[in-house]
């Protein structure tokens, strides 16, 4: 059968389908394919997958995007940095049950990657936006997909989406930027878990330009990310976090699921931006969008300061620490943060204490010690017991509190909230205690 052959049968066979629009299919599979102006229209019709060139640019991409608002918003990209000049592009399963895009000449411009083989592959766009290959004598869950567009995010993170580790598959969804608005090729602006649990026990988002740190969310508290009061309840959405051995992930969801809603990072703007459709006004509307302000940038104020958003200046040294060069700092250069005014005992345990700070964003958790057992008293046992342990806290603050985290080294990346945050201990010197 040939090419045109095959599209009339997916035209006669779609017109039973919600768009009798010209090749348009909900499903693919290995004796189909389509040509560049072909759609693959999810049932409920949400989403569409197909072929399309960014304003300004002369290249063919086969991506995803809404299908019921007028606006062209892509939330995925296949071939992000292998663009397909001219219509010749051509989407099908191959012989090893792989979905692939290939190119005039026939050679695979990308494809997925399914290790295991289906007997009877099947590729389809679900209404939450997720393109799966299966096989189609298997039932449609997640456990049998063999491949899943929202395994390998672009820039865009939608509902009932994993933003973070998978271990057992090894796999780590981070957003990645688009290039520029005309190239959806991965550009310098990431956001998302980079670093690898195993190693990272209390896990926290950051957005990376390059590999430099923009901006860090904290670590998940029990409640919210601990840098994110805006994670709270709302009519729009749920959210949740998911840490185990197997996987750390962060998730929401819809409370309303005719709300058309995402997240998306921006190179240009170097911004993690939720946007909500308005369909009065047709447009998508900013509704939270992060970094927020100066506090939110990386470490503005150095190493054992705090940021307050609403004090002039706007950094300040923690309690028991001075500016490390004075004349910088009273120059609003904080870079180099703040040391200590006396100096820890550290080796006879009894004479260092803590000072506890309420309200805190706490500090960035790379270098950190988690135990989701032990009680804050455990904890401080723990701190006093490692000369280069600063710093301790409850792991999860819902309820009462429970499990013990400790930082080790400077403290970096503080902020404190009039209305959030969270309570930290800090390690002191008996003299600082005692000036108390
Ligand atoms: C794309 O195709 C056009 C016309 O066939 C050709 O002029 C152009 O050089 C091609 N561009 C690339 C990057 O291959
Ligand atoms: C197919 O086309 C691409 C891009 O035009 C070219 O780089 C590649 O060498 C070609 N492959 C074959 C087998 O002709
Ligand atoms: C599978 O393909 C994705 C891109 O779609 C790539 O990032 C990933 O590394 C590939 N995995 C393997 C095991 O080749
Ligand atoms: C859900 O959202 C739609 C569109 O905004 C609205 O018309 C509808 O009333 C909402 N349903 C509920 C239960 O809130
Ligand atoms: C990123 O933000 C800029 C400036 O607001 C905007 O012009 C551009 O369209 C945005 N990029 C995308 C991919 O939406
Ligand atoms: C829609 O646009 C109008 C006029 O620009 C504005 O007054 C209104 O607040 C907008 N509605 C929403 C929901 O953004
Ligand atoms: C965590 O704390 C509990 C309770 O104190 C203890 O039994 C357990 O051994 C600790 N685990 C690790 C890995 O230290
Ligand atoms: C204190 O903690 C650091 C960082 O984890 C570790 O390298 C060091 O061995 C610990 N020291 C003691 C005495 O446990």
């Avoid at 309690?319 to 609003?332: H, I, L, N, V």
Wanted: glycine share 8%; net charge neutral; hydrophobic share 35%.
């Amino acid at each position: 059968m040939d090419i045109f052959t095959f599209m009339l049968t997916i035209v006669v066979a779609s017109l039973s389908l919600l768009q009798p629009i010209l090749s348009t299919v909900d499903s693919i599979r290995p004796i189909q394919s389509f040509r560049d102006g072909g759609a693959l229209v999810s049932q409920g019709g949400s989403f569409e997958l197909g072929f399309f060139t960014p304003d300004n640019s002369n290249n063919r991409y086969v991506g995803i995007w809404y299908k019921n608002i007028p606006i062209q918003t892509v939330v995925w990209v296949a071939n992000r940095c292998n663009p397909i000049n001219g219509s010749s592009g051509l989407l099908t399963i191959n012989s090893n049950g792989n979905l692939v895009l290939l190119n005039h000449n026939k050679s695979v411009v990308w494809s997925t990657n399914s290790s295991k083989q289906a007997k009877k592959p099947i590729v389809e766009l679900l209404d939450s936006g997720n393109l799966v290959l299966r096989d189609e004598e298997d039932g449609n869950s997640e456990t049998n997909y063999l491949w899943q567009s929202f395994d390998y995010p672009s820039d865009t993170l939608l509902p009932d989406m994993k933003g973070g580790w998978d271990l057992k598959k090894g796999l780590k969804r981070l957003l990645l930027a688009w290039k520029s608005w005309d190239d959806p090729c991965p550009g310098y602006i990431t956001f998302g878990f980079h670093l690898d649990p195993q190693h990272h026990t209390f896990p926290e988002a950051y957005m990376l330009k390059g590999t430099a740190k923009l901006y860090r969310t904290g670590p998940w508290n029990g409640l919210r990310l601990s840098g994110t009061p805006e994670l709270r309840s709302n009519p729009l959405y749920d959210f949740g976090f998911v840490y185990n051995d197997d996987e750390v992930y962060y998730m929401y969801n819809l409370k309303n699921k005719s709300v058309i809603t995402r997240v998306f990072v921006n190179q240009t703007t170097s911004l993690h931006q939720r946007l909500v459709w308005i369909e009065v006004n047709q447009t998508w509307r900013i509704y939270s969008s992060l970094p927020r302000d100066e506090c939110d940038k990386y470490a503005v104020c150095g190493a054992n300061a705090n940021c307050l958003i609403n004090d002039n200046p706007i950094c300040q040294c923690l309690r028991g620490f001075t500016p490390k060069s004075q004349e910088k700092w009273s120059s609003m250069d904080w870079s180099d943060g703040c040391v200590r005014s006396s100096p820890l005992s550290c080796m006879d345990k009894s004479t260092d204490g803590f000072i506890k700070f309420s309200g805190f964003k706490v500090p960035d958790t790379t270098h950190t010690w988690v135990n989701k057992s032990m009680n804050l008293k455990e904890c401080k046992a723990k701190c006093l017991s490692n000369c280069s342990c600063t710093a301790y806290t409850n792991s999860d603050i819902s309820g009462k509190g429970s499990g013990c985290v400790i930082w080790y080294g400077d403290l970096m990346d503080i902020r404190q909230f009039t209305n959030a945050g969270q309570d930290i201990f800090i390690r002191m010197s008996r003299l600082e205690l005692g000036m108390m």
